[in-house]
């Protein structure tokens, strides 16, 4: 039987040296020019810091967005790292990085920091953050109505198997019929109102950007109030066309529910707020589709229990991530907790939606402490049964949470 330090430390290295596999991000292969955020400004001007930011300095805010992005890193750094302790775990975050990377963080120097980062290559800088973070594979976040990153995929771009995508869906689902012009435009006969052949048409742009991306999922975020079924033009296309396809491709469907766009449009990507959805979507998504598999995430910690519930009702539901306002510590405790007291091991903790590739090194290091904790009491508790527990079963549970939920729910061999 383990001690208890025992115990504990068979539970760190198995966390701490688990490959993962990042379920949802929005970095790009360095193959696709000018996409990959990476280094000191990118990592201080992710639109969490800024919003953080423009609290203190609301006047600023378009004079903020007329800065260069080494000047609005400066101001960032300037308010909440100098002129303030930079608690906010976004903040902790830019110094977890720092420090992996060797940096002294006693100087507080971010020139210092500027040239270290200028001197990395971004193909050797993938190979340290990936080692460091101990990644398989990141899943991207791939919008093929993106002007810039189609036009990658339609030349072929060979993209690092290190970077799997994801064809990413809100233009279709929540601009029609804006959306409907893009597609006209490229050679798909569509309709505004979806008459005609509008639905076989989507289906064929559909199928056009799976063969060019080879997507492991379908993906698109949900405001609050999304309902199912719904006569309106998103619920058609997903009952016409979405699910239809996801189903015949054995895709899952990624649904992020809860976003509320643009609360404060002056943040431009750090304007958007959270509202709680409707579980009742979820399910009925799940029981009128048994074949396809919903990989899902929301947005409001009030959602986070009745989700968990829900998947105890439906083996075609696999609860993903602390997604967003979630991915805090106090958040991502209890969150975890709540998961395995109700789903045991069949779900995905978490995921990183990193937008910087060096983040991946803070949001993996910050979220693995924190699910070594809640799986020390977990296992603590079980032990305390009498059940004996070894190492070699602790690190299968662990590869689970970690990659193989993911793999087998994505059918992933
Ligand atoms: O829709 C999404 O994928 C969200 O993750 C948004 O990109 C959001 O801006 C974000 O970066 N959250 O972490
Ligand atoms: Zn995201």
């Known amino acids: 039987m383990m001690t208890q330090n025992q115990l504990q430390e068979v539970i760190a290295q198995a966390v701490r040296s688990?490959?993962?596999?990042?379920?949802?991000?929005?970095?790009?292969?360095p193959a696709f020019p000018g996409l990959l955020l990476r280094?000191?400004?990118?990592?201080?001007?992710?639109?969490?810091?800024?919003?953080?930011?423009?609290?203190?300095h609301p006047e600023k805010t378009e004079e903020f967005w007329r800065l260069s992005v080494q000047k609005q890193a400066d101001l960032v750094w300037q308010t909440l790292f100098i002129e303030r302790s930079p608690v906010s775990e976004a903040c902790r975050g830019v110094l977890t990085v720092l420090r992996a990377y060797g940096l002294d963080l006693g100087c507080r120097d971010l020139t210092a920091y500027r040239r270290f980062f200028a001197g990395l290559d971004p193909e050797a800088?993938?190979?340290i953050v990936f080692k460091e973070a101990n990644l398989k594979y990141v899943v991207m976040t791939n919008d093929p109505f993106e002007p810039v990153e189609k036009v990658y995929w339609?030349?072929?771009?060979?993209?690092d198997p290190r970077f799997r995508a994801a064809l990413r869906l809100d233009p279709l689902l929540n601009r029609w019929p804006e959306t409907a012009g893009s597609l006209e435009a490229e050679g798909y006969e569509v309709q505004a109102d979806?008459?005609?052949?509008?639905?076989a048409e989507v289906r064929r742009f559909l199928t056009d950007w799976a063969k060019r991306m080879n997507p492991l999922y379908l993906a698109v975020s949900l405001p609050p109030d999304f309902i199912y079924p719904?006569?309106?033009?998103r619920g058609r296309l997903l009952k016409e066309v979405i699910l239809p396809f996801c189903q015949e491709h054995g895709k899952p469907l990624a649904l992020m529910i809860g976003v509320k766009k643009l609360v404060n449009p002056s943040l431009r990507l750090a304007g958007d707020s959270v509202g709680k959805a409707l579980i009742n979507t979820v399910e009925s998504l799940c029981v009128e589709n048994p074949e396809v598999k919903f990989f899902l995430t929301m947005l409001a910690r009030e959602n986070q229990h009745e989700l968990v519930v829900a998947a105890r009702k439906f083996g075609n539901l696999m609860p993903f991530g602390c997604w967003w306002f979630l991915n805090n510590p106090s958040l991502i405790r209890e969150i975890t907790r709540m998961r395995l007291e109700l789903l045991g091991l069949s779900f995905v903790p978490?995921?990183?939606?990193?937008?910087?590739l060096d983040q991946l090194i803070y949001k993996w290091s910050h979220s693995k402490q924190l699910i070594i904790e809640v799986l020390t009491e977990a296992y603590t508790a079980l032990a305390e049964t009498g059940w004996k527990l070894s190492a070699a079963g602790i690190k299968q549970d662990v590869e689970r949470l970690f990659f193989r939920n993911f793999e087998e729910f994505m059918g992933i061999e």
């Open 194 to 199: 979806l008459s005609g052949q509008t639905s």
């Open 230 to 233: 719904d006569p309106a033009p």
């Open 154 to 159: 339609q030349q072929g771009v060979g993209v």
């Open 18 to 29: 688990v490959p993962v596999v990042d379920a949802h991000t929005h970095l790009f292969t």
């Open 39 to 56: 280094g000191i400004d990118d990592l201080l001007t992710y639109h969490y810091l800024v919003a953080e930011t423009l609290r203190y």
């Open 125 to 127: 800088q993938v190979d």
């Open 350 to 356: 978490q995921h990183s939606d990193a937008r910087v």
